[in-house]
């Protein structure tokens, strides 16, 4: 099972980096519901996608969903995400 679930993220991972982002989001949607405890990747790639989006507000949320959930509030590279998408909203709204 799991390596379904891997597999489906690679996948949409792919879908996104070819352009496919509206494929790609409803993958990554569908896979944090079903296995969101166990995959942060996904809340990631999802917030990620909100912000190539635009949507900075949902981004955030996600971010800080990830943060919280999986790394005990301690990883860099989502709390410069954050800072960013808070930028982004703050200047381009």
Do not use: C
């Amino acid at each position: 099972e799991s390596n379904n679930l891997f597999a489906a993220n690679g996948a949409a991972t792919v879908l996104a980096q070819s352009g496919r982002l509206v494929e790609a989001k409803r993958i990554f949607a569908e896979l944090r519901e079903a296995a969101g405890q166990h995959l942060p990747d996904v809340w990631v790639n999802l917030a990620h996608i909100h912000y190539v989006h635009k949507e900075w507000g949902a981004a955030i949320r996600l971010y800080r969903a990830a943060l919280d959930k999986f790394y005990d509030g301690h990883e860099v590279s989502l709390l410069q995400s954050i800072a960013r998408a808070h930028f982004m909203a703050a200047t381009k709204g």
